[in-house]
């Protein structure tokens, strides 16, 4: 490989392009993480970050291209690497023609695609498995909305060629604007998060000698010939439909699709075997860039068909007049888009892994989160909005059901054992550092009073009413609990906070002796009344609105064997659920420290939350929260999944609090405020279905299928005139058993029915 750096020209003083070879590991990864690099690094994607947004808000083309502009420009101060050529004796970029025995490929994904954040979370693992096949030296993620990749060159193919047997392997399209050997490539960091794999490989002395350049006429690209296309394909295509994909569907599934519907779902067999892979070719041509090279690789020979008539049959297809999409492809091509929205759970509610946030955090969030290794940071932005909720008091919302409602985030994070649950408690001590400052001097007070008037005294003196404690600890008794929740509402109708390291505290907040938890968290989110009635002159006797926020975590198996019971209740839909972005080569965690700078960084936004009273209401947040309730209402229509229709409404209300604190924590609304609150409900809904939602779903099916009874009047379901077999069937029917005479002989006594001797037929008698 070799870095491009620029040299003037002594004879036409113009700044050239020069390369110099990296020959080690170290190198290349000191180039990287230059403390220059680093910085451009940083701007550019801030910039990117903008301009996307840009594009999502619809800005003018002429906008967006002096963004595109700047960008480029500053793109320039990153480091360049060419992968694919090697230099002459000039040792300059331009004008270099001699092949390297590797290729640098670009691959990019359309942020306007709904499968963006899915496509780029999905495309490194497939590519790193495919390692061995690519012959891969290195994958590195863009500056902006992509990957480069670098894999071993066929040298009996093109550069073009190359690029279209890597991206036809990994099903990712290679970027058609660089596919000329002296590309460059504006290198990222050297970060686990950037540079996500480098093979030794690549800094062998072997790899910066020249390979012999193939080319082929001009004419060959357009109209391939006879001899060409029959041409034995080469033993790396062996035909695997499942290894290719075009668009998001595998050429394995477009092919048993194409024989489902017009082949009465049958592969072809001998007496048809020619014929029906000539017009399979036919039909798939026009997806693999009429090249059979391509359609050597996905169709397979059928029933033994000879090799020699199975090239006849593609090279035949590839010849015949070339068109566009067939019918029979766009047909195949719906069908498999219908069954993929009918079947798909919307916004990637079925994928093993949860959505990843692929956007800026909101400026209070990336505040909060600044101390925090970069995989962990939306935990940390997710697992903070109780403790930020907390210093809203006498704060009320307009949701969108016309009601009025305080916050309510009860948050509980599931992941894994000492991988990073742990994350959230410094950044939530910060947080709560003023309240905990005014707790503190409380419990001092409640102590002095509690040592001036112990317990059996006959003359005690009131305590004093305006001692509130908001941070509390999950082992207080149910007095206590009653007590804490009266005097905060006494005082400015404040919230509880309750930070527990482990799920399973919860239930030390015991009722009437009794582990009620689920009746706390029901009350606490729909902030109802809660309290205790005692006769004891120093028993604790009080009611007021359960107003408690709490953050706490557990595996995934606590978590099923604790909220199991909850998924029936309603329990758990008013629960918030976080998770941990999965990390494909974890690494210990580096954190910063946490200093006087990051605290005041927080202040002016908690000060916010504080100075906040009566009822708020942003338009944008009300509006965001109606297209989100309706865009998920559209999208498991098509799944029919009961089990998320029941988990929705409540997650997108504590979607909702989550965008008002924002706002208010921010001053404005903003569009970072907008991605954010989509995602954080994307992911809710994800964990709890992803735990959860079978529990649900087999829940609401049993009762679906639970046997009612309803008494029905028998006479109703009769004739005017009937037999004694035809009343026992009426009462078969409806579920009736017991002698069905005497109930013959009671409706004859009560002059209901009455007997026929001459027919042996019973009837009605008229009212």
Request: charge should be neutral; hydrophobic fraction near 35%.
């Amino acid at each position: 490989m070799y870095k491009i750096v620029f040299r003037t020209d002594p004879d036409t003083n113009k700044s050239v392009k020069v390369m110099n070879p990296v020959s080690s590991d170290a190198e290349f990864r000191a180039l990287r993480d230059s403390e220059r690099n680093r910085s451009v690094l940083s701007k550019v994607r801030a910039m990117y970050a903008e301009y996307f947004q840009m594009i999502s808000d619809g800005v003018d083309k002429v906008t967006l291209k002096a963004k595109k502009d700047l960008i480029d420009r500053e793109k320039g101060y990153l480091v360049q690497m060419n992968y694919s050529c090697i230099p002459g004796s000039d040792m300059l970029l331009k004008g270099s023609s001699q092949c390297s025995p590797s290729v640098g490929m670009d691959v990019d994904f359309d942020p306007a695609d709904p499968l963006f954040e899915q496509k780029m979370r999905e495309a490194p693992a497939r590519i790193i498995a495919m390692k061995d096949q690519l012959g891969l030296g290195m994958l590195e993620r863009s500056t902006g909305k992509g990957y480069h990749l670098v894999f071993r060159r066929h040298p009996d193919l093109t550069q073009e060629e190359n690029l279209r047997w890597a991206s036809d392997l990994i099903g990712c399209m290679f970027d058609e604007a660089a596919k000329d050997i002296t590309r460059v490539f504006f290198s990222t960091s050297a970060s686990e998060e950037d540079l996500l794999y480098l093979s030794p490989d690549l800094f062998l002395p072997e790899a910066n000698e020249p390979v012999a350049p193939v080319s082929k006429p001009a004419e060959a690209a357009t109209q391939p010939t006879p001899a060409e296309n029959s041409a034995d394909p080469s033993p790396s295509a062996t035909p695997n439909p499942a290894a290719y994909s075009y668009m998001e569907f595998t050429f394995e599934q477009i092919i048993d699709k194409y024989w489902e519907m017009y082949n009465g779902g049958q592969t072809p067999r001998e007496g048809a075997r020619e014929t029906l892979t000539y017009e399979l070719a036919l039909n798939l041509r026009c997806i693999c860039d009429f090249s059979m090279e391509r359609l050597s690789r996905i169709i397979p020979r059928y029933d033994g068909l000879p090799e020699s008539d199975w090239r006849k049959a593609l090279s035949s297809a590839c010849n015949a007049e070339h068109k566009g999409m067939t019918y029979r492809m766009r047909q195949v091509l719906k069908a498999l888009k219908d069954e993929q929205k009918k079947g798909i759970m919307p916004w990637g509610m079925n994928s093993a892994t949860p959505p990843l946030y692929t956007h800026r955090l909101p400026e209070p969030l990336r505040k909060i989160t600044d101390t925090t290794p970069d995989h962990l940071k939306t935990t940390v932005s997710e697992g903070s909005f109780g403790a930020l909720a907390t210093h809203l008091h006498g704060v009320t919302f307009h949701l969108i059901d016309g009601t009025e409602c305080e916050p309510a985030l009860m948050q509980i994070l599931i992941y894994q054992q000492s991988k990073g649950k742990g994350s959230i408690d410094k950044p939530i001590e910060c947080i709560l550092e003023d309240l905990k400052a005014h707790d503190d001097v409380d419990r001092q007070r409640e102590n002095e009073w509690k040592q001036a008037n112990p317990s059996g005294k006959s003359k005690k003196k009131p305590r004093p009413k305006d001692i509130y404690i908001q941070i509390c600890q999950s082992d207080m008794t149910h007095a206590a609990f009653v007590q804490r929740l009266i005097d905060a509402h006494n005082n400015g109708q404040r919230p509880l906070f309750i930070h527990m390291q482990e799920l399973d505290e919860i239930t030390a907040l015991s009722t009437n002796g009794k582990k009620d938890v689920s009746r706390i968290i029901r009350k606490g989110f729909d902030r109802k009344s809660y309290g205790q009635e005692r006769v004891g002159a120093d028993s604790i006797t009080g009611v007021a609105p359960l107003r408690l926020n709490f953050t706490a975590a557990t595996t995934p198996i606590r978590a099923r064997q604790m909220c199991m019971a909850w998924v029936g209740d309603g329990t758990l839909s008013r629960c918030n659920l976080l998770t941990i972005d999965p990390q494909e080569t974890p690494t210990q965690p580096r954190y910063k420290p946490v200093t006087k700078r990051y605290k005041d960084s927080l202040a002016p936004y908690i000060a916010r939350l504080n100075n906040a009273e009566g009822l708020i209401r942003c338009r944008k947040a009300e509006q965001l929260a109606e297209r989100l309730r309706a865009k998920l209402e559209d999208e498991y229509a098509g799944t029919d999944s009961e089990s998320l229709s029941t988990f929705a409404p409540r997650a997108i209300t504590i979607a909702y609090y989550k965008a008002m604190i924002l706002y208010i924590m921010q001053g404005k609304w903003t569009k970072d405020i907008e991605h954010y609150v989509e995602w954080s409900l994307k992911r809710d809904l994800w964990v709890k279905m992803h735990y959860f939602g079978k529990k649900l779903e087999d829940d609401i099916q049993q009762e679906h299928n639970m046997i009612t009874f309803h008494p029905k009047n028998i006479l109703e379901c009769l004739p005017d005139t009937f037999s004694e077999e035809q009343f026992k069937q009426a009462r078969d029917q409806n579920g009736l058993r017991g002698d069905y005479k005497e109930h013959l002989k009671k409706l004859r006594q009560r002059h209901k029915i009455d007997f026929d001797e001459t027919t042996h037929m019973y009837v009605k008698v008229a009212a």
